[in-house]
Nanobody, 118 residues
Framework: QVQLVESGGGLVQAGDSLRLSCAASGLTISSKMMGWFRQAPGKDREFVASISWTGGTNYGASVKGRFTISRDNAKNTVYLQMNSLKPEDTAVYYC????????????WGRGTQVTVST
């Protein structure tokens, strides 16, 4: 059974950094597309970043240059390093995996809240 469990969220000030973790079970992350998404209240879910089985990465325009996605295959865990946080980064952050390698993600975690104050 596939499970994705996010952690590392919290309340920080603008300009601070946070690292989110996504611990995976029931799959091997090194052979899957893994992604981070976020959803702020009243807004649509937004793509944040992804890392493919080859290690290739992609980022949403609003986070490029500030966020970095990575993975630790030995721990079967994906990370999202978030630097220079802004109030507009406030959202629930979700980890997801695509078994087909497409932009359709098949399994999702429950999310972790990130709140950035001014």
């Amino acid at each position: 059974q596939v499970q994705l469990v996010e952690s590392g969220g919290g309340l920080v000030q603008a300009g601070d950094s946070l690292r989110l973790s996504c611990a995976a079970s029931g799959l091997t992350i090194s052979s899957k597309m893994m992604g981070w998404f976020r959803q702020a209240p009243g807004k649509d879910r937004e793509f944040v970043a992804s890392i493919s089985w080859t290690g290739g990465t992609n980022y949403g325009a609003s986070v490029k240059g500030r966020f970095t996605i990575s993975r630790d295959n030995a721990k079967n865990t994906v990370y999202l390093q978030m630097n220079s946080l802004k109030p507009e980064d406030t959202a629930v952050y979700y980890c997801a995996t695509s078994f087909t390698g497409s932009t359709r993600y098949d399994y999702w975690g429950r999310g972790t809240q990130v709140t950035v104050s001014t």
